[in-house]
């Protein structure tokens, strides 16, 4: 059976209103709302450009330093990422050509199913630099992490960072919070999605990065002083 709707049933519907403002004035307003808007999320990432202070190197004119240090960028199948391949064949030209002494690999192994370090340390060792001269940190979680850690557990001063050209001001930026005085490369890669969608993540990563730099937090996992990178130079 089909019921008749009461006479006052829509009387207490309320219609959404337009969202744009109805006068000039108002969409004026508006406008400049969400430019101040786009200006202000910006900032962090301008920022980071700004800072880098000459620090982008290539391979070929990085200053020699003690330690290469290299940002997990994932796993497939328990393997190495297209991305963090390339940031591993970068490390391993640079330990050929005497750059760097020591690779520091810094990545997630937050579950038992997923060890990022171990992955990258693999594929150096397959790749010529000998197992002695990797030292590997199991919690670099994030950026800030890779860069405290390598400072406060593992005596890293000096270093060259190695990571995408999209990632690796900030991660300039965040070790020398940090403490760290570095130079880093930054990969070569072919603009696709990827690249692009990385680049996007950036300028929302730029925002925490900035916090990080303001407020230097512990990183997730603190722990004792490793002695491997001091081991690995002797």
Aim: hydrophobic letters at 45%; aromatic letters at 8%.
């Amino acid at each position: 059976m089909r019921l008749s709707r009461p006479a006052g049933a829509l009387r207490g519907i309320r219609l959404p209103r337009r969202v744009l403002p109805r006068t000039v004035r108002g969409r004026r307003r508006m406008v400049r709302w969400a430019v101040a808007a786009c200006v202000l999320a910006l900032l962090p990432a301008t920022w980071l450009r700004l800072a880098d202070s000459g620090r982008v190197r290539t391979e070929a004119d990085v200053p020699a330093e003690p330690v290469a240090v290299v940002f997990g960028a994932g796993l497939y199948d328990g393997r190495p990422s297209p991305y963090l391949a390339h940031r591993l064949d970068a490390a391993v030209r640079l330990y050929r050509a005497g750059k760097v002494k020591v690779v520091l690999v810094s990545g997630d192994n937050s579950r038992a199913s997923y060890d990022e370090p171990d992955a990258m340390r693999g594929y150096l060792t397959r790749h010529g630099v000998p197992r002695a001269k990797v030292v590997v940190d199991y919690a670099g979680f994030d950026t800030w992490d890779s860069c405290s850690r390598a400072k406060r557990i593992f005596g890293v001063d000096r270093a060259v960072l190695v990571s995408q050209g999209f990632h690796i001001r900030r991660a300039l930026a965040l070790c020398a919070a940090a403490g760290i005085d570095a130079y880093g490369v930054g990969v070569d890669e072919v603009h696709d999605a990827t690249w692009y969608a990385g680049g996007a993540r950036e300028v929302l990563a730029a925002g925490k990065a900035l916090v990080d730099v303001a407020v230097r937090p512990d990183p997730r996992f603190l722990g004792r002083r490793e002695p491997g990178v001091t081991r690995a130079l002797r």
